[in-house]
């Protein structure tokens, strides 16, 4: 475990496991469909590329990046699009693939947009969700795992751009934030740009 981290939540081999099973379950319920993958940058990147590879069936990839309005306080639900997909997507059935549902502000504002461009279907595939309460509920297709209500780094989840090399998911130890601004949200670093 790195020396910066107080407590693993998920580990490597629970992620390993739910990857497995998730790919499965998405390989059966896309069968004969025309697949996107939808990542969203950075954080979703490890899960992606382990997901894609646990999917026994050819589909394609693509990413978008996007950087939420608004203060570290507050996710506002505005968001800005950084990088967009490459294509129209009206002949294609969207998976979202995050990283972790918080707020879920974001989430809905990527779907009200991916909507408006007719995709086949449109649903979401995410590794974490925080238990927490919701302004707006939110329909996951797919979820990981569940996790307290605290701010995670590792396998794509950063604090100040680091971290994201992290093999597990875990909470970092206090002291860490001590030189540096803690993140207002909990679940929200200052250099944060998902
Ligand atoms: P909302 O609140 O709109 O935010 O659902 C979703 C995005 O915020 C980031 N996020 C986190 N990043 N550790 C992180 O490193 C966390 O605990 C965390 N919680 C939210 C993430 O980019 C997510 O897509
Ligand atoms: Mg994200």
Same mark, same amino acid.
Request: hydrophobic share 40%; glycine share 6%.
């Given at each position: 475990? *790195?020396?910066? !981290?107080? @407590?693993?939540? =998920? ?10 099973? +998730?790919?499965? &379950? ?66 294609? *059935?969207?998976? !979202?693939? @995050?990283?972790? =549902? ?10 009200? +947009?991916?909507? &408006? ?78």
């Amino acid at each position: 475990m *790195h020396e910066d !981290i107080e @407590e693993i939540l =998920v580990t490597q081999e629970q992620i390993k496991a739910k990857v497995k099973e +998730l790919g499965h &379950q998405i390989t059966q319920d896309y069968q004969g469909k025309n697949l996107l993958l939808l990542g969203i940058l950075k954080g979703a990147i490890p899960f992606i590329a382990d997901l894609s590879r646990a999917i026994d069936m050819l589909h394609e990839i693509d990413y978008m990046a996007v950087s939420s309005y608004g203060n570290a306080t507050q996710s506002s639900g505005v968001v800005r699009i950084l990088k967009d997909l490459e294509g129209p997507i009206d002949q294609k *059935h969207v998976l !979202i693939v @995050e990283d972790i =549902v918080d707020s879920g502000l974001t989430l809905h504002y990527m779907l009200d +947009l991916l909507r &408006q461009r007719h995709p086949l279907s449109l649903r979401v595939c995410t590794l974490l969700y925080k238990e927490r309460e919701r302004a707006k509920p939110l329909e996951l297709a797919y979820i990981g795992f569940r996790i307290p209500n605290l701010f995670v780094v590792g396998y794509g989840l950063d604090y100040a751009q680091r971290y994201r090399n992290l093999p597990y998911v875990g909470v970092l130890k206090p002291e860490v934030y001590q030189n540096n601004q803690k993140p207002e949200r909990q679940h929200k670093s200052p250099a944060e740009s998902s």
